[in-house]
């Protein structure tokens, strides 16, 4: 079944904003100040989920509700899982078609970020539903095109939207030529049930990357990709 939520609350602050954005100049404390109000008023964050199946894994095959995807991290998190939620979370098109009126470039920086964070609040509020709903106490999420080229390759957008289904009638998220999301303040990608929860930057050999959640871990790479 297809479930859409499209009243998302935004709970980053204002201050949490400011903090973000490294913003101390009293000027520019007032200018992001107002954008972050308008752009809270204008935003709708939207999520879309289906609950799903794992029917097979073998290799670095996992077929879900008859969709086949390649990925030894797919395989390796989802080998002992019967039950995923494939996903599309977004800040929503509202925001975003407000954002690109904005010419500056410095200004137009912040409203990424402030989208951004309204993601990320779209994807907690995701999360907690499924937990509430469906009573898990632990869950792990696996995106492609996270981290390395060869964990999920992000050319899996499309199956991946195909088993989802009406993603861009529901929330209005479309996938381009080169499987990015529009608006690019999107993401996607597989909520499971996980005792030990699966971060996908334990996978991600880049370097000084600012939005490592946990370090490299080789030992889990290994694991991954031992075949």
């Not at 954002?99 to 500056?104: A, I």
């Not at 597989?190 to 871990?217: M, Y």
Request: neutral net charge.
């Amino acid at each position: 079944m297809l479930h859409k939520i499209d009243n998302i609350p935004i709970k980053t602050s204002i201050e949490q904003a400011l903090n973000n954005l490294h913003i101390s100049d009293s000027e520019d404390i007032a200018m992001v100040s107002g954008l972050f109000e308008m752009a809270k008023k204008i935003a709708k964050p939207k999520a879309l989920y289906r609950e799903a199946y794992v029917e097979e894994v073998s290799g670095d095959k996992t077929r879900i509700n008859g969709y086949d995807f390649r990925s030894a991290v797919v395989t390796m998190n989802l080998k002992n899982i019967h039950r995923v939620f494939a996903y599309v979370c977004t800040c929503g098109t509202e925001v975003d078609d407000w954002s690109h009126k904005e010419k500056d470039s410095i200004v137009s920086f912040w409203l990424d970020m402030i989208k951004q964070m309204f993601l990320h609040d779209a994807i907690a509020f995701l999360k907690d539903h499924i937990k509430r709903v469906f009573m898990f106490e632990k869950l792990s999420v696996i995106n492609p095109g996270s981290g390395n080229l060869e964990n999920w390759p992000i050319s899996q957008q499309k199956p991946l939207f195909d088993l989802i289904g009406n993603v861009k009638s529901e929330i209005g998220v479309t996938l381009s030529g080169s499987f990015l999301m529009v608006p690019l303040k999107s993401t996607s990608g597989l909520i499971f049930p996980s005792e030990t929860e699966f971060v996908n930057c334990a996978l991600c050999s880049r370097e000084n990357c600012k939005g490592r959640q946990v370090p490299f871990d080789i030992r889990l790479y290994n694991k991954a990709f031992q075949n």
